[in-house]
Protein backbone atom coordinates (compact mmCIF):
# COMPACT_ATOMS: atom_id res chain seq x y z
CA UNK A 1 0.00 0.00 0.00
CA UNK A 2 1.30 3.52 -1.03
CA UNK A 3 1.81 5.99 2.02
CA UNK A 4 1.06 9.03 0.01
CA UNK A 5 -0.40 9.61 -3.28
CA UNK A 6 -1.86 12.24 -4.81
CA UNK A 7 -3.82 12.27 -8.06
CA UNK A 8 -3.96 15.24 -10.31
CA UNK A 9 -4.31 17.81 -8.02
CA UNK A 10 -6.04 21.57 -9.02
CA UNK A 11 -6.76 24.46 -7.37
CA UNK A 12 -7.99 27.56 -8.86
CA UNK A 13 -8.07 30.80 -6.82
CA UNK A 14 -9.18 34.64 -7.79
CA UNK A 15 -5.92 35.36 -9.26
CA UNK A 16 -5.55 32.59 -11.29
CA UNK A 17 -4.66 28.90 -11.26
CA UNK A 18 -2.68 27.86 -8.43
CA UNK A 19 -1.67 24.17 -8.79
CA UNK A 20 -1.90 22.38 -12.26
CA UNK A 21 -2.86 18.74 -11.95
CA UNK A 22 -0.28 17.61 -9.94
CA UNK A 23 0.39 13.93 -9.45
CA UNK A 24 2.94 12.07 -7.19
CA UNK A 25 3.48 9.58 -4.57
CA UNK A 26 5.63 9.71 -1.64
CA UNK A 27 7.38 6.35 0.40
CA UNK A 28 7.12 6.08 4.15
CA UNK A 29 10.28 7.10 6.02
CA UNK A 30 11.14 9.24 3.16
CA UNK A 31 12.45 13.22 3.51
CA UNK A 32 10.81 14.87 0.75
CA UNK A 33 11.46 18.83 0.33
CA UNK A 34 9.08 21.12 -2.60
CA UNK A 35 10.77 23.87 -4.19
CA UNK A 36 10.16 26.62 -6.20
CA UNK A 37 10.28 30.48 -6.69
CA UNK A 38 7.49 32.36 -4.37
CA UNK A 39 3.52 32.13 -5.51
CA UNK A 40 4.39 28.81 -7.85
CA UNK A 41 1.71 26.70 -5.49
CA UNK A 42 4.22 24.90 -2.57
CA UNK A 43 2.35 26.05 0.50
CA UNK A 44 -1.19 25.57 -1.23
CA UNK A 45 -0.05 21.88 -2.00
CA UNK A 46 1.11 21.10 1.65
CA UNK A 47 -2.45 22.25 2.77
CA UNK A 48 -4.00 20.27 0.22
CA UNK A 49 -2.15 17.07 1.66
CA UNK A 50 -2.97 18.00 4.86
CA UNK A 51 -6.51 18.57 4.39
CA UNK A 52 -6.52 22.49 5.43
CA UNK A 53 -7.21 23.45 1.55
CA UNK A 54 -9.72 22.32 -0.86
CA UNK A 55 -8.67 20.70 -4.32
CA UNK A 56 -10.81 21.79 -7.30
CA UNK A 57 -10.12 18.51 -8.88
CA UNK A 58 -8.17 15.72 -7.60
CA UNK A 59 -7.24 13.32 -4.43
CA UNK A 60 -4.91 12.91 -1.87
CA UNK A 61 -4.54 9.34 -0.16
CA UNK A 62 -3.02 9.11 2.91
CA UNK A 63 -2.38 5.10 3.95
CA UNK A 64 -4.44 4.28 1.68
CA UNK A 65 -7.12 6.76 2.96
CA UNK A 66 -8.74 9.73 1.35
CA UNK A 67 -7.84 12.62 2.95
CA UNK A 68 -10.76 14.83 2.77
CA UNK A 69 -10.81 18.87 2.56
CA UNK A 70 -12.41 21.43 4.49
CA UNK A 71 -15.20 21.15 2.32
CA UNK A 72 -16.08 18.07 3.18
CA UNK A 73 -15.73 17.48 6.75
CA UNK A 74 -16.24 19.87 9.77
CA UNK A 75 -13.02 20.10 11.42
CA UNK A 76 -10.06 20.61 8.60
CA UNK A 77 -7.26 18.62 8.81
CA UNK A 78 -6.10 14.14 9.17
CA UNK A 79 -5.12 11.59 11.28
CA UNK A 80 -2.17 11.17 11.61
CA UNK A 81 -0.92 14.15 8.92
CA UNK A 82 0.84 16.89 11.16
CA UNK A 83 0.89 20.30 9.38
CA UNK A 84 2.96 23.26 10.95
CA UNK A 85 2.21 26.30 9.06
CA UNK A 86 4.42 29.62 8.52
CA UNK A 87 2.14 31.04 10.90
CA UNK A 88 1.56 28.82 13.99
CA UNK A 89 0.82 30.12 17.15
CA UNK A 90 0.78 29.05 20.92
CA UNK A 91 -1.61 30.23 23.29
CA UNK A 92 -0.58 33.35 25.04
CA UNK A 93 0.31 32.98 29.24
CA UNK A 94 0.21 29.50 29.24
CA UNK A 95 3.07 27.18 30.85
CA UNK A 96 4.74 25.61 28.08
CA UNK A 97 3.95 21.90 29.83
CA UNK A 98 0.12 22.60 30.10
CA UNK A 99 0.22 23.29 25.74
CA UNK A 100 2.22 20.02 25.47
CA UNK A 101 -0.05 18.14 28.22
CA UNK A 102 -3.27 19.15 26.19
CA UNK A 103 -2.01 17.74 22.47
CA UNK A 104 -0.34 14.65 23.95
CA UNK A 105 -1.15 10.84 23.36
CA UNK A 106 2.07 9.50 24.20
CA UNK A 107 3.36 7.59 27.67
CA UNK A 108 5.89 9.61 29.79
CA UNK A 109 9.11 7.76 28.43
CA UNK A 110 7.29 8.51 24.90
CA UNK A 111 6.73 12.39 25.17
CA UNK A 112 10.21 13.22 27.20
CA UNK A 113 11.73 11.38 23.95
CA UNK A 114 10.31 13.99 21.66
CA UNK A 115 11.16 17.05 23.98
CA UNK A 116 15.19 15.89 23.98
CA UNK A 117 14.23 15.69 20.46
CA UNK A 118 13.29 18.69 19.70
CA UNK A 119 15.83 20.38 22.58
CA UNK A 120 12.37 22.21 24.74
CA UNK A 121 12.91 19.67 27.73
CA UNK A 122 14.45 22.93 29.27
CA UNK A 123 11.72 25.26 28.56
CA UNK A 124 8.54 23.24 30.17
CA UNK A 125 8.05 25.91 33.13
CA UNK A 126 8.46 28.57 30.99
CA UNK A 127 5.43 30.32 30.31
CA UNK A 128 4.44 31.35 26.06
CA UNK A 129 5.60 34.67 26.07
CA UNK A 130 8.95 34.27 27.51
CA UNK A 131 10.22 32.41 24.44
CA UNK A 132 12.05 33.29 21.65
CA UNK A 133 10.62 32.58 17.94
CA UNK A 134 12.85 29.42 17.79
CA UNK A 135 11.94 28.29 20.99
CA UNK A 136 7.86 28.88 19.96
CA UNK A 137 8.79 26.78 16.72
CA UNK A 138 10.08 24.17 18.55
CA UNK A 139 7.47 23.73 21.24
CA UNK A 140 4.39 24.17 17.80
CA UNK A 141 6.21 20.67 16.89
CA UNK A 142 6.56 19.19 19.57
CA UNK A 143 2.99 19.84 20.66
CA UNK A 144 2.21 17.58 16.73
CA UNK A 145 5.04 15.24 17.28
CA UNK A 146 3.09 14.04 21.02
CA UNK A 147 0.24 13.47 18.81
CA UNK A 148 2.18 10.77 17.14
CA UNK A 149 1.95 11.36 13.68
CA UNK A 150 3.25 9.33 10.87
CA UNK A 151 3.65 12.27 7.97
CA UNK A 152 5.20 15.75 9.11
CA UNK A 153 4.14 18.56 7.08
CA UNK A 154 6.90 21.65 7.77
CA UNK A 155 5.46 24.98 5.64
CA UNK A 156 9.41 26.76 5.23
CA UNK A 157 10.54 25.77 9.09
CA UNK A 158 13.64 27.71 8.47
CA UNK A 159 12.18 30.94 7.50
CA UNK A 160 12.73 33.88 10.01
CA UNK A 161 15.29 32.38 12.20
CA UNK A 162 19.04 33.41 12.99
CA UNK A 163 21.87 31.05 12.37
CA UNK A 164 21.83 29.34 15.98
CA UNK A 165 18.45 28.46 15.78
CA UNK A 166 18.19 27.17 12.55
CA UNK A 167 21.42 24.96 12.86
CA UNK A 168 19.33 23.68 16.15
CA UNK A 169 16.02 23.06 14.07
CA UNK A 170 18.18 21.20 11.20
CA UNK A 171 18.85 18.90 13.96
CA UNK A 172 15.80 18.43 15.18
CA UNK A 173 14.25 17.94 11.51
CA UNK A 174 17.19 14.97 11.39
CA UNK A 175 16.52 13.59 14.62
CA UNK A 176 12.48 13.37 14.18
CA UNK A 177 13.41 11.52 10.47
CA UNK A 178 15.93 9.13 11.64
CA UNK A 179 15.13 8.34 15.48
CA UNK A 180 11.03 8.67 14.94
CA UNK A 181 10.70 7.29 11.46
CA UNK A 182 8.48 9.92 10.47
CA UNK A 183 7.92 10.67 6.75
CA UNK A 184 8.93 14.68 6.39
CA UNK A 185 7.47 16.67 3.73
CA UNK A 186 9.00 20.19 3.50
CA UNK A 187 9.32 23.77 1.84
CA UNK A 188 12.20 26.09 1.90
CA UNK A 189 14.31 28.22 -0.28
CA UNK A 190 17.89 28.17 1.20
CA UNK A 191 19.94 24.94 -0.57
CA UNK A 192 21.97 24.93 2.72
CA UNK A 193 18.80 24.00 4.08
CA UNK A 194 17.05 21.11 2.17
CA UNK A 195 19.82 19.67 0.04
CA UNK A 196 22.17 18.04 2.88
CA UNK A 197 18.33 17.13 4.82
CA UNK A 198 16.10 15.82 1.12
CA UNK A 199 16.00 11.95 -0.16
CA UNK A 200 14.14 13.60 -3.15
CA UNK A 201 13.41 16.90 -4.27
CA UNK A 202 10.13 18.33 -5.69
CA UNK A 203 9.94 21.79 -8.22
CA UNK A 204 7.11 23.49 -8.94
CA UNK A 205 6.95 26.35 -11.48
CA UNK A 206 4.00 28.19 -11.95
CA UNK A 207 1.66 25.44 -9.92
CA UNK A 208 3.28 22.51 -12.80
CA UNK A 209 5.57 19.71 -11.08
CA UNK A 210 8.47 20.17 -13.68
CA UNK A 211 10.63 18.07 -12.27
CA UNK A 212 11.25 15.26 -9.37
CA UNK A 213 13.90 12.91 -7.94
CA UNK A 214 16.12 12.09 -5.41
CA UNK A 215 18.57 15.31 -4.56
CA UNK A 216 21.73 14.35 -6.25
CA UNK A 217 19.72 13.67 -9.77
CA UNK A 218 18.03 17.19 -9.26
CA UNK A 219 20.97 19.22 -8.44
CA UNK A 220 23.48 17.21 -10.81
CA UNK A 221 21.42 17.19 -13.67
CA UNK A 222 18.44 20.17 -13.11
CA UNK A 223 16.65 20.25 -16.39
CA UNK A 224 17.07 24.05 -16.91
CA UNK A 225 18.55 27.09 -15.42
CA UNK A 226 15.47 27.51 -13.27
CA UNK A 227 15.92 24.69 -10.62
CA UNK A 228 19.47 24.64 -11.65
CA UNK A 229 19.58 28.19 -9.43
CA UNK A 230 16.96 27.29 -6.95
CA UNK A 231 19.23 24.39 -6.09
CA UNK A 232 22.70 26.07 -5.80
CA UNK A 233 25.55 28.14 -8.11
CA UNK A 234 26.19 27.53 -11.57
CA UNK A 235 27.53 28.74 -14.63
CA UNK A 236 25.08 28.97 -18.16
CA UNK A 237 27.43 27.90 -20.83
CA UNK A 238 26.14 29.38 -23.74
CA UNK A 239 25.92 28.50 -27.62
CA UNK A 240 27.87 31.50 -28.53
CA UNK A 241 30.71 30.44 -26.52
CA UNK A 242 32.21 28.13 -29.01
CA UNK A 243 36.14 28.29 -28.16
CA UNK A 244 35.45 26.74 -24.79
CA UNK A 245 33.23 24.33 -25.74
CA UNK A 246 35.93 23.38 -28.19
CA UNK A 247 38.30 22.74 -25.23
CA UNK A 248 36.30 21.49 -23.07
CA UNK A 249 34.62 18.83 -25.50
CA UNK A 250 30.91 19.95 -24.87
CA UNK A 251 28.88 19.78 -27.86
CA UNK A 252 28.77 22.74 -30.14
CA UNK A 253 25.20 25.19 -31.13
CA UNK A 254 22.47 23.50 -29.65
CA UNK A 255 20.98 24.24 -25.82
CA UNK A 256 22.43 25.91 -23.09
CA UNK A 257 24.80 23.76 -21.15
CA UNK A 258 24.92 24.26 -16.94
CA UNK A 259 28.17 23.38 -15.40
CA UNK A 260 28.53 23.78 -11.16
CA UNK A 261 31.29 26.00 -10.15
CA UNK A 262 32.84 23.27 -7.95
CA UNK A 263 32.88 21.08 -11.53
CA UNK A 264 36.08 23.72 -13.23
CA UNK A 265 39.09 23.32 -11.98
CA UNK A 266 42.45 25.06 -12.57
CA UNK A 267 44.79 23.86 -14.51
CA UNK A 268 48.05 24.26 -16.27
CA UNK A 269 48.37 25.55 -19.92
CA UNK A 270 47.44 22.68 -21.84
CA UNK A 271 45.06 21.63 -24.81
CA UNK A 272 41.86 21.16 -22.54
CA UNK A 273 42.99 24.83 -20.74
CA UNK A 274 40.88 28.16 -21.78
CA UNK A 275 42.35 31.27 -20.51
CA UNK A 276 40.62 33.46 -17.86
CA UNK A 277 41.46 36.12 -15.78
CA UNK A 278 40.43 36.94 -12.09
CA UNK A 279 38.16 39.43 -11.71
CA UNK A 280 36.56 38.90 -8.63
CA UNK A 281 37.09 36.87 -5.09
CA UNK A 282 34.51 36.01 -2.25
CA UNK A 283 35.59 34.47 1.00
CA UNK A 284 32.54 31.87 1.98
CA UNK A 285 34.34 29.98 4.81
CA UNK A 286 35.16 26.56 3.62
CA UNK A 287 35.82 27.67 0.17
CA UNK A 288 36.08 31.18 -2.03
CA UNK A 289 33.60 31.85 -4.66
CA UNK A 290 35.67 33.26 -7.84
CA UNK A 291 34.17 35.30 -10.84
CA UNK A 292 36.51 34.94 -14.11
CA UNK A 293 36.60 36.42 -17.29
CA UNK A 294 37.33 34.54 -20.88
CA UNK A 295 37.33 35.80 -24.04
CA UNK A 296 33.60 34.62 -24.18
CA UNK A 297 31.95 35.15 -20.79
CA UNK A 298 32.38 34.93 -17.50
CA UNK A 299 32.43 31.84 -15.08
CA UNK A 300 32.13 31.29 -11.08
CA UNK A 301 34.22 28.21 -9.70
CA UNK A 302 34.55 27.55 -6.34
CA UNK A 303 38.03 26.37 -4.89
CA UNK A 304 38.72 25.44 -0.84
CA UNK A 305 41.77 26.27 -0.47
CA UNK A 306 42.12 29.66 -2.48
CA UNK A 307 45.19 31.04 -3.44
CA UNK A 308 44.46 33.56 -6.37
CA UNK A 309 44.82 37.31 -6.87
CA UNK A 310 43.18 39.65 -8.40
CA UNK A 311 43.75 39.93 -12.33
CA UNK A 312 45.93 37.00 -12.02
CA UNK A 313 46.10 34.77 -15.42
CA UNK A 314 44.57 31.17 -15.26
CA UNK A 315 43.39 28.13 -17.25
CA UNK A 316 40.66 26.07 -16.37
CA UNK A 317 38.97 22.66 -17.41
CA UNK A 318 36.05 20.51 -16.67
Known sequence: MEFLRAEEISRKEQSGTVLHKISFTVEQHKKIAIIGETGSGKSTLLKIISGHAQPETGRVFYQGNKVWGPNEQLIPGHPGIAYLSQHFELRNNYFVHEILDYANKMSEIEAEKIFKICQVHHLLKRKTDQLSGGEKQRIALSRLLVGKPSLLLLDEPFSNLDMPHKKIIRTVLQKISDDLGTTCILISHDPED???????????????????????????????????????????????????????????????????????????????????????????????????????????????DNHLDLGEKIHLAI
Open 194 to 304: FLPWADHIMVLKEGKLIQQGNTTEIYTNPLNEYIAGLTGSYNLITSNSIQLRNKWGLPLGGDDIIIRPEKINITEISHNGIGAIVRKIQFHGFYSSILVETTEQELTIHLQ
